[in-house]
């Protein structure tokens, strides 16, 4: 095989893999940092909700949409979200909420305005106001001239799950507070639950018996006692679940009174 071809060959593999590896970023058009080149969302995505305008004379055709927005399956009730159409980044239409007479329920009435007759697709984005949050509902449709879609007393459903911030304040993050009260996992670096100690107390020093378990594997036997000799006679150096471990009278220090306490409770069960 020529020179030429093998690199012929490398070339296009390495494309290849290239092309097919996940590139992350944000993956909504309408958003400011828009990446055209991202395949794999990661909640990056800014927007300027200030930047969402429609000019109605602009339009040759217009049509209305009357929808209720849920959000992880409960109704909005702020009028001051919004929901707005577009089609790809072109706002075509937007309203804050609008709540009905007699009732603590909401609907946006959002007009719509195309120059297409047939075959645009409108997409959706909700703002929720109370927590500066952007989503893009799945929902999605065809826009035609005249069109009313949903009535105030049965309104186009909008469904939103929102992720919301971890407590890293990363919108769509994994990071939690853990038993300690420590913002851990997700992108932290914290390892959950790494502030308690062998007792089981936050922030503690171990200073409690130890279970005399020195290898951990769920029994207490003879390969514990001839670990913690080892360890007493400086033959091998103890790790820290060890050394607390192998402190089974729970005196601070670990010596022959420990073997005698293990010994013990591995006669008894024997």
Request: charged content about 15%; hydrophobic content about 40%.
């Amino acid at each position: 095989m020529s020179d030429m071809i093998k690199f012929w060959l490398w070339s296009t593999l390495f494309l290849a893999l290239v092309s097919a590896r996940d590139i992350s970023g944000c993956t909504d058009p309408v958003a400011l940092n828009y990446d055209p080149q991202a395949t794999l969302e990661d909640h990056s995505c800014e927007y300027d909700t200030d930047l969402w305008t429609v000019t109605p004379s602009d339009f040759q055709y217009d049509g209305a949409v009357i929808g209720a927005v849920f959000v992880n399956g409960l109704r909005t009730t702020n009028t001051y979200d919004l929901l707005a159409a577009f089609v790809g980044n072109e706002c075509r239409g937007l309203a804050n909420g609008l709540e009905i007479p007699g009732s603590q329920e909401i609907v946006f009435m959002v007009m719509l305005y195309s120059n297409t007759a047939t075959g645009e697709v409108l997409t959706f984005r909700y703002w929720d106001a109370a927590n500066g949050i952007v989503s893009i509902p799945p929902e999605t449709l065809e826009f035609s001239p005249n069109m009313i879609v949903g009535s105030v007393l049965d309104p186009l459903s909008v469904n939103v799950t929102e992720l919301g911030f971890d407590c890293a304040g990363v919108y769509g993050g994994t990071a939690e507070f853990d038993s300690c009260g420590v913002c851990a996992g997700g992108t932290t670096g914290n390892i959950p639950n790494a502030d308690m100690d062998y007792c089981g107390v936050c922030f503690g020093d171990s200073s409690c018996p130890g279970d005399g378990d020195l290898n951990d594997d769920g029994s207490l036997d003879i390969l514990d006692a001839v670990r913690l000799v080892s360890i007493i006679m400086g033959e091998v150096q103890g790790n820290a679940y060890e050394n607390w471990s192998g402190d089974a009278n729970g005196d601070g220090a670990i010596d022959i009174l420990d073997v005698i306490v293990i010994m013990t409770v591995i006669m008894e069960n024997s």
